[in-house]
């Protein structure tokens, strides 16, 4: 099963990674070579990676805010709702 997940899981990863870099030349005005490797380090800060990346994808891509935000926040959401559910039937 879990061979079924990594490829999901690096297409979502991929996607928050370019939301970012969007959000970055987008909202900042970076050259694209030096988005990359700050996207890379905004990403790994939860509040502001996350909330860089739903704003490159809401206005960069043309998301609605609610698709955007499920984006960051779904994985989570489904990663918690996973892990509770195997603790109760376990």
């Given at each position: 099963?879990?061979?079924?997940?990594l490829p999901v899981v690096i297409i979502i990863g991929l996607m928050?990674?370019?939301?970012?870099?969007?959000?970055l030349i987008h909202l900042v005005g970076l050259p694209g070579?030096?988005?990359y490797p700050?996207?890379?380090l905004v990403g790994w800060t939860p509040i502001i990676g996350t909330?860089?990346?739903?704003?490159?994808?809401a206005l960069v891509w043309d998301w609605g805010w609610l698709n955007a935000s499920l984006l960051f926040?779904?994985?989570w959401l489904a990663t918690v709702i996973?892990?509770?559910?195997?603790t109760i039937l376990d």
């Open positions: 099963m879990q061979f079924l997940m928050q990674i370019f939301a970012t870099v969007d959000a070579l030096l988005a700050l996207a890379l909330a860089a990346g739903v704003a490159g994808a926040i779904g994985p996973i892990s509770f559910v195997a």
